[in-house]
């Protein structure tokens, strides 16, 4: 370059600021001539591309974390073979150093979690309450959703009783938008400020860190007792909703009540509910048990194999629309009180899009466990309200973040990066991945050309609109109070249990008979007596009867309430067995002809076929997936009866305790206890040919709803299938007197 054509040094900017305040939107302005950025890497030093390998390992040599190739990684280097090791081991002390540091603080809540990736796409059924952008029809949105469980510890097990987080983060053209909720449309508390009580309370008992992931003791109970807005919360988690059958069988709930905006600038009030297609669908409360010590990482096994196996978990988003009003109620609910629903009979839910997880991530820290939810991730259309919940949670989110994560840049992480470009004006901090350009990070300015610009007021533009507080009267004194409408904390309580069916109720008073009778404080139950007395007398005076205590009377008259149909599990169906499991028990020495055929149908109605034999290998022209050694009726969800196998070598007690949960010799004693324990949980037995006769062995009447017998496989199976829609056959124990 000519000398006299070169910049002179010290001009702040590319391009000379006008005089004025710049008013016309333009692109960032390009670096000046002196000035570069590093090139453009990932993480493991491969040039950006679209490609997904690109940000993983990269070349076929062992390095260093700055690519240098490592020789030996076994040996510390040392000062003779028998010397001390010297401090100058570069790769030791890296290795060691990232080592020590690869953990980072579990959350607080929700430490245990599974995720998945999909895409949401939307119905077109939206535009008339908001503007945003991802409900257009046909739009298709990614996706990454966490499931978790709220009080266990990361190395807690699937299936305790518990609330179940379900949080969604939408990459939209717009920003990210988190929904951040839960399997219960309900919480525990009103009021923000309470939520480290709860948890404290919930958690175990800080003196000797007992019981983990559970409720069923006294701190818990205490609190529950005495602050009584938590009761209906409370029986949710006593509820079949509290032990989940699968993570792809739960439904997903906003929890508050959210503010939306549509292109005429009107506002509505609405609650999220996520249906899962799959139907509502729950453990027994022996299952759990069993499979908390068998398989303590079940719902995320369930979720990851499904998705492996094609059978990708969906999911309806819909919405209950309320007017705008002043009040905000509706028909006298109060829809700020985040411990009330609104029943679907009287506002019901409109379908505005669907959710599908058809990819598992590749990396569970840097995905499932980095990922960083908030719920004031918004994006235009959609808005908060003045839920004293929700406004509380609004500060935690972030502030839980800068610990965990390590400081300001956690959406620069790539799970939670955004797919909208990003002009924010926030600067440096921890683990700052980004090269800003420019040297005006503030506004109004003229250095860097008056960039960035602010959006326009036009809704219906999608190019420029932003995203819309919306306007609504605040006044008031400053007080600690909350409105007359939250005090009633027992009519939806009672509503919700007037809503279960009779079996449903019969495991509400197992779940509190269980948990009260883990309580060593005998003032907390009797506490907790008085508030079910409240509730229902017949749950007061069954779970009074379980803990030997008089079951008080109500302290008020109780409300009459109209059940909601669609608060019952058991509402509705079929569903689809998409990635079901069923398990097909054969014999070695018996008919084998009709299992090809029994298999090959599980397999293309979208369940998942496990045959079952005394030892593993083949059997004829079949893989055996499980034997009776490693098999447990609880990871099956239908048992069919192809054969009727003695005793095995291997069954004997001293090798396999399930070896003496019966003394038969004419059936396998492992094959007897499947058999029970599938009657006992309610799940779909089949039979024919020679496994009737197991059936007979095994005590298992054959007229009873659920099991089904014939003298072909296909004929058995069809009737199973249909019948394993309804998720179990409950109709075949009595419930008279339980409704």
């Known amino acids: 370059m000519d000398p006299k054509q070169a910049p002179l040094p010290g001009a702040p900017s590319a391009v000379p600021p006008s005089l004025a305040e710049p008013t016309e939107p333009v692109e960032p302005l390009p670096p000046k001539p002196d000035q570069a950025t590093p090139d453009t890497r990932t993480p493991t030093g491969a040039p950006a591309s679209d490609d997904p ?13 700055t690519g240098t190739r490592l020789g030996d990684t076994d040996h510390s280097l040392k000062a003779g073979e028998r010397g001390p090791t010297l401090l100058q081991d570069h790769h030791l002390r890296e290795k060691i150093t990232h080592f020590d540091h690869e953990r980072i603080p579990e959350r607080v809540v929700h430490a245990r979690g599974a995720g998945a990736h999909g895409y949401f796409e939307g119905y077109g059924t939206a535009a008339s309450v908001t503007f945003a952008g991802l409900f257009a029809e046909g739009k298709r949105t990614p996706v990454f959703v966490r499931f978790s469980t709220v009080l ?44 480290p009580d709860i948890i404290h309370a919930g958690k175990p008992h800080p003196d000797r860190e007992i019981p983990q992931a559970q409720s069923a003791h006294d701190t818990f109970w205490d609190f529950v007792s005495l602050h009584t807005e938590a009761q209906h919360h409370a029986l949710w988690n006593m509820s079949d909703r509290g032990i989940p059958r699968s993570l792809r069988m739960m439904e997903g709930f906003g929890v508050h009540t959210f503010r939306l905006t549509n292109e005429a600038g009107e506002t509505s009030l609405v609650k999220f509910h996520w249906k899962p ?23 995320r096994r369930d979720l990851a194999d499904a998705i492996e196996a094609d059978a990708h978990p969906e999911w309806e988003l819909g919405i209950q629309v309320f007017e705008d009003t002043d009040d905000q109620l509706f028909l006298g609910i109060d829809l700020l009180d ?20 058809d990819r598992n991530p590749t990396n569970y820290f840097a995905e499932t466990e980095q990922v960083a939810f908030h719920v004031g991730h918004l994006v235009p259309g959609i808005d908060v309200t003045d839920d004293p919940l929700i406004q509380a949670r609004l500060f935690s989110y972030v502030d839980t973040q800068l610990t965990r994560l390590g400081g300001p840049n956690f959406n620069q992480i790539p799970v939670n990066r955004t797919h909208a470009p990003v002009n924010d004006m926030l600067r440096d901090g921890f683990h700052q991945h980004a090269v800003h350009a420019g040297v005006a990070p503030y506004h109004p300015n003229s250095l860097d050309g008056g960039c960035p610009f602010m959006a326009g007021a036009d809704l219906s533009d999608e190019q420029t609109r932003a995203f819309v507080d919306a306007a609504r009267n605040v006044a008031g004194s400053k007080v600690r109070a909350q409105p007359a409408t939250f005090d009633d904390h027992f009519t939806q309580p009672r509503l919700f249990w007037a809503s279960m069916s009779p079996v449903e109720q019969e495991h509400i008073i197992r779940s509190y008979s269980f948990e009260l009778g883990k309580c060593y404080e005998q003032a907390i139950k009797e506490r907790q007596l008085q508030a079910l007395a409240q509730i229902d007398p017949r749950l007061c005076s069954e779970v009074a009867t379980a803990l030997g205590l008089p079951a008080p009377e109500p302290s008020d008259t109780l409300p009459d309430v109209t059940p909601s149909h669609a608060l019952s599990q058991l509402a509705g169906g079929p569903w689809p067995g998409d990635g079901r499991v069923v398990g097909i028990v054969v014999d070695p020495d018996g008919d084998l002809a009709d299992v090809a055929e029994v298999r090959s149908t599980v397999r293309s109605s979208g369940m998942v076929p496990l045959v079952i034999a005394p030892h593993g290998g083949t059997v004829g022209d079949l893989d055996v997936q499980r034997t009776f050694a490693t098999v447990r009726s609880v990871e099956l969800d239908a ?20 070896a003496g949960a019966a003394r038969t ?63 179990r056959a409950w109709d075949r124990f009595v419930t008279s007197g339980l409704a």
């Not at 969604?168 to 053209?173: E, R, S, V």
Request: net charge negative; no cysteine; charged share 20%.
């Open 639 to 658: 048992v069919l009866l192809a054969g009727s196998p003695v005793a095995a070598r291997d069954a004997l007690p001293v090798r396999d305790a399930k």
């Open 53 to 65: 390998r690109s940000a993983g390992q990269q070349g076929r040599w062992l390095t260093t974390s």
């Open 338 to 357: 985040p411990t009330k629903l609104v029943p679907e009979e009287l506002a019901p839910v409109q379908p505005i899009g669907r959710m599908v997880l």
């Open 152 to 195: 266990g510890s990361r190395g807690s097990a699937d299936t305790v009783r518990d609330t179940r987080g379900f949080a969604t983060k939408f990459y939209t053209d717009e920003g990210v938008w988190d929904l951040v909720g839960n399997n219960m449309p309900v919480f525990f508390i009103q009021d923000g400020i309470k939520f």
């Open 665 to 727: 010799t004419t059936l396998d004693p492992r094959v007897v206890l499947l058999l029970e324990e599938a009657y006992r949980h309610a799940k779909v037995i089949g039979a024919w040919g020679e496994g009737v006769r197991a059936l007979a062995v095994a005590g298992i009447p054959e007229d009873v709803p659920g099991v089904v017998t014939g003298s072909a496989g296909i004929g058995v199976l069809d009737e199973v299938l249909a019948l394993s829609g309804m998720h």
């Open 277 to 299: 297609r799959l139907g509502i669908h729950s453990l027994t409360w022996e299952e759990a048990q069993l499979i908390g010590g068998l398989d303590p990482d079940f719902h």
